[in-house]
């Protein structure tokens, strides 16, 4: 989500900003005339037009070695891609040149964003994150050694997951849990939800129950299974808790759904 955002017309020589900790990211395009980035050692001499990224809680300011005002597009972002994240670890900030050719649509874009915010368009959250996706990779483009490598650990971390959550659903019947799956990783607890929620966009707890739902809907669909032995099947002790369970996923009970939905294939 964008938090801030401001354009137009600067003049940091005369009114410099003295360093403070941002709460939040903050994109800064420089698209013409004369400012640099001011830290509490000293200022960044940086030729304009440049787009700067600050990790949030990084202080700085903004100065200028003349009084020639300078055009600005700047926005404070809650978020980024990960990829900016690591990319931008070491120094706290990163900066590149802008082409002439695209300070143009840097202007546009950041007056639409603006634009939306003031007329509380319903898009505008979409808007503002595919700015920051846009501008993260401009200023990832421009910084190329600093783009961490891919590496086999993920590749490696997915498969690891998918015996994970094949072998679950082997033993769903038994009523395996996150911890028994995290243990059967070989992970955490913790480490172990924060992979899912990395590579999977939603929890291993609500994963593993899209699973015992979506094989309770197999299994209904067939139209002879009692719901008790379906429940079974699926890792609940009590049909009671399965039903509940059902309920809350789709609105109905079991055999509500399964006279809806008779013989269908799943």
């Given amino acids: 989500m964008v938090y801030y955002i401001g354009t137009g017309l600067r003049n940091y020589y005369s009114r410099p900003l003295m360093p403070y900790a941002r709460v939040y990211w903050e994109f800064q395009a420089i698209l013409s005339g004369d400012a640099h980035p001011l830290f509490?050692?000293?200022?960044?001499?940086?030729?304009?037009p440049r787009l700067w990224v600050f990790r949030a809680e990084q202080s700085h300011g903004?100065?200028?070695?003349?009084?020639?005002?300078?055009?600005?597009?700047?926005?404070?972002?809650?978020?980024?891609?990960?990829?900016?994240?690591?990319?931008?670890?070491?120094?706290?900030?990163?900066?590149?040149?802008i082409r002439e050719s695209d300070i143009s649509w840097i202007r546009s874009a950041v007056n639409?964003?603006?634009?939306?915010?003031?007329?509380?368009?319903?898009?505008?959250d979409l808007?503002?994150?595919?700015?920051?996706?846009?501008?993260?990779?401009?200023?990832?483009?421009?910084?190329?050694?600093?783009?961490?490598?891919?590496?086999?650990?993920?590749s490696v971390v997915r498969q690891t997951l998918q015996q994970g959550f094949s072998y679950f659903a082997e033993?769903?019947?038994?009523?395996?849990?996150?911890?028994?799956?995290?243990r059967y990783c070989g992970y955490s607890v913790a480490h172990f939800r924060r992979l899912v929620e990395r590579l999977r966009s939603t929890s291993p707890r609500e994963l593993l129950r899209n699973m015992?739902?979506?094989?309770?809907?197999?299994?209904?669909?067939?139209g002879e299974n009692p719901v008790a032995l379906v429940a079974e099947a699926c890792g609940y002790s009590e049909v009671a808790s399965f039903s509940r369970a059902f309920r809350a996923a789709h609105?109905?009970?079991?055999?509500?759904w399964r006279r809806r939905w008779p013989n269908v294939p799943v």
């Fill in 40 to 48: 509490p050692g000293g200022a960044r001499d940086a030729d304009a």
């Fill in 62 to 97: 903004w100065t200028a070695a003349s009084e020639l005002p300078c055009e600005v597009a700047v926005l404070h972002a809650d978020k980024v891609p990960e990829l900016l994240e690591q990319a931008s670890h070491t120094d706290q900030f990163l900066h590149t040149a």
């Fill in 112 to 124: 639409e964003l603006a634009e939306g915010i003031r007329h509380g368009d319903r898009l505008v």
């Fill in 127 to 154: 808007q503002a994150d595919s700015l920051v996706l846009r501008l993260s990779e401009y200023v990832l483009r421009g910084n190329p050694g600093r783009v961490p490598p891919r590496t086999d650990d993920l």
């Fill in 171 to 182: 033993h769903m019947h038994e009523g395996l849990s996150v911890e028994d799956i995290a």
């Fill in 212 to 222: 015992r739902m979506e094989r309770a809907r197999q299994l209904l669909s067939r």
């Fill in 251 to 256: 609105g109905e009970s079991p055999d509500q």
